[in-house]
């Protein structure tokens, strides 16, 4: 018999369970052997990405034989200026899901403890457990963050408070002033990270003036990505925000090159094109009200969100997931995050989401 390598894997890792994405669609062609298949599980941009950053992506490819910048010059000045942030206030990953973990390798170690809510984006549970510290799962209030039971976990062993507006995958979200008052009490040792995966999907007058808190907060990390609204999922770029100091911290530990030149390059240029992020939006919102109506008009429960998704509770929701799968659309089951009985839907175009709404009928009437 050969050795048992998970005798000597890092503590934590035993228990862990591989991150579930989103089927791809080839998965499921292969899997049942059927085509025009619609995928509402990912939280993609339905629109794909912007023309500039196609552009710049195709004037990459004579250069790939060369290392990326390993700083990423162009983009975090594109940031900066935008931000209102300094460029050495910027880390940035491969997604936001590598900061997260380049800020967790840098600061949370075995005996710490990290707080989340019990419905936050699974990631945060991933990476606690890998570095061997100790997960408070706050339990949810109306699906959303409870701050108050949050600010109440909080003792000399937390390291990081993990905060999720809009939260994924149940899309609620926190007003400004909640979060404020939240993080004026929060001990000046003890790291907040505001994930803001879904920042562009909130309207204006909602959105809360985080960066500016920075300056403020300096224990306040605030983590986008630019794979949901600028529709850069398959390139993966994302970028934390924080204090001059965190991100020296962090950039000692993220590794080189970790952002490779078409990723560095359609960022900086889908950045620019505010006009396709207004448009990716606006479409959200028009088929968000659509689904949210379709819902409403079959007494369907739903979780109103703030994102480019929705999640309803459909009984039972393993099995509807399957016979929508062998309608050729893709939605997503959460029973990992604690919610059997419901399923997160993309917002997809128009036509897309006829294609789920049409196929949930039919199973509904089957029931």
């Not at 912007?50 to 710049?56: I, L």
């Not at 195709?58 to 983009?75: H, I, K, V």
């Not at 970028?239 to 993220?254: C, F, K, T």
């Not at 399957?322 to 893709?330: A, K």
Request: with cysteine; proline share 6%; aromatic share 8%.
């Amino acid at each position: 018999m050969s050795f048992d390598f998970a005798q000597i894997a890092n503590p934590g890792v035993n228990g862990l369970h591989p991150y579930q994405p989103g089927k791809p669609v080839e998965e499921l062609e292969r899997e049942l052997g059927i085509s025009n298949i619609v995928k509402l599980a990912s939280n993609e941009n339905p629109l794909g990405l912007s023309p500039k950053a196609r552009d710049a992506v195709a004037a990459q490819l004579s250069e790939l034989a060369r290392y990326p910048d390993a700083n990423g010059y162009y983009l975090k000045a594109a940031l900066s200026e935008q931000l209102g942030v300094s460029p050495a206030s910027l880390t940035l990953g491969n997604g936001s899901n590598e900061v997260l973990e380049i800020l967790f390798r840098t600061f949370v170690r075995p005996g710490d403890e990290v707080i989340f809510d019990q419905h936050a984006f699974i990631v945060y549970a991933l990476l606690t457990q890998s570095s061997g510290a100790t997960a408070r799962a706050i339990p949810s209030q109306d699906w959303g963050h409870d701050l108050d039971a949050m600010l109440a976990a909080i003792n000399e062993r937390t390291r990081v408070v993990c905060i999720a507006n809009p939260n994924n995958p149940t899309g609620t979200f926190l007003s400004a002033d909640a979060l404020e008052a939240f993080l004026q009490q929060v001990p000046e040792n003890v790291l907040v990270v505001l994930d803001e995966a879904y920042f562009e999907y909130v309207p204006q007058d909602q959105r809360a003036d985080s960066m500016g808190w920075l300056k403020r907060f300096p224990n306040l990390t605030v983590s986008r990505t630019f794979s949901k609204a600028y529709g850069l999922a398959g390139l993966r770029v994302g970028y934390l925000a924080s204090s001059e100091a965190i991100a020296d911290l962090l950039n000692r530990v993220r590794e080189p090159f970790n952002c490779n030149a078409p990723a560095l390059a359609a960022a900086t240029a889908a950045l620019a094109d505010q006009d396709f992020v207004r448009q990716s939006v606006e479409l959200n919102q028009q088929e968000m009200a659509r689904l949210e109506q379709y819902f409403d008009q079959r007494g369907i429960r739903y979780i109103p969100s703030h994102g480019n998704f929705i999640t309803a509770e459909l009984k039972p929701a393993a099995t509807i997931y399957q016979q929508l799968l062998e309608q050729g659309v893709i939605v997503r089951p959460i029973a990992g995050y604690g919610m059997p009985d419901h399923l997160r839907i993309s917002v997809g175009l128009a036509q897309e989401n006829d294609r789920f709404m049409q196929a949930l009928d039919t199973i509904l009437e089957q029931q």
